[in-house]
Antibody, heavy 122, light 107 residues
Framework: EVQLVESGGGLVQPGGSLRLSCAAS????????MHWVRQAPGKGLVWVSR????????SYADSVKGRFTISRDNAKNTLYLQMNSLRAEDTAVYYC???????????????WGQGTMVTVSS | DIQMTQSPSSLSASVGDRVTITCRTS??????LNWYQQKPGKAPKLLIY???SLQSGVPSRFSGSGSGTDFTLTISGLQPEDFATYYC?????????FGPGTKVDIK
């Protein structure tokens, strides 16, 4: 079965750090570009970050640039999101998602994880 | 950044109804537009990609159309499992942006 499973969420104080993981299975992880998307409670979807298939290229939303780092370990079939200097406004469910386009530019997120909740609060 | 709007923001409909949701973008994005369905407490699900291509496994009652700045998602014959929130998303330029969502609930 093709699936993504996130972990690593939790409660963290403002200014703190957290690392999210996304374990992939059922497909050749190393062929796909991957993304993180977040959703604040009761709000809409917001794209956070993207990494290409071999990890050599990354992109970030302005709201997290300089604070978050996306990475991947293709040997472990795992995607990561290192989140530093966390703020209250980072509170959200974080989803990892597979880009079905193989980086062609016509990306569409065809497989999503179940999400992991990050709460930033004192 | 490309701004996305959706209309209506919510609608009430009955099983069997034909439902149309509109997405507009702040600049032309050709056909770089995707549609997702999200149910409460669940991850989004890809329905339509490249404006009009039906994702594998998605029922044919879902269809998408449009190009440039105006796009439409149509559900022909609403089913009980279709009550959800629908989001459009552009893949034309960075950063990728989503519409604010359209909630479809039961009349």
């Amino acid at each position: 079965e093709v699936q993504l499973v996130e972990s690593g969420g939790g409660l963290v104080q403002p200014g703190g750090s957290l690392r999210l993981s996304c374990a992939a299975s059922g497909f050749t992880f190393s062929r796909y570009w991957m993304h993180w998307v977040r959703q604040a409670p009761g709000k809409g979807l917001v794209w956070v970050s993207r990494i290409n298939s071999d990890g050599s290229s990354t992109s970030y939303a302005d709201s997290v640039k300089g604070r978050f780092t996306i990475s991947r370990d293709n040997a472990k079939n795992t995607l990561y999101l290192q989140m530093n200097s966390l703020r209250a406004e980072d509170t959200a469910v974080y989803y990892c998602a597979r880009d079905q386009s193989y980086g062609s530019g016509r990306d569409a997120f065809d497989i999503w994880g179940q999400g992991t909740m990050v709460t930033v609060s004192s | 950044d490309i701004q996305m709007t959706q209309s209506p923001s919510s609608l009430s409909a009955s099983v069997g109804d034909r439902v149309t949701i509109t997405c507009r973008t702040s600049q032309s994005i050709s056909s770089y537009l995707n549609w997702y369905q999200q149910k409460p407490g669940k991850a989004p699900k890809l329905l339509i990609y490249a404006a009009s291509s039906l994702q594998s496994g998605v029922p044919s009652r879902f269809s998408g159309s449009g190009s440039g700045t105006d796009f439409t998602l149509t559900i022909s014959g609403l089913q009980p499992e279709d009550f959800a929130t629908y989001y459009c998303q552009q893949s034309y330029s960075a950063p990728r942006t989503f519409g604010p969502g359209t909630k479809v609930d039961i009349k």
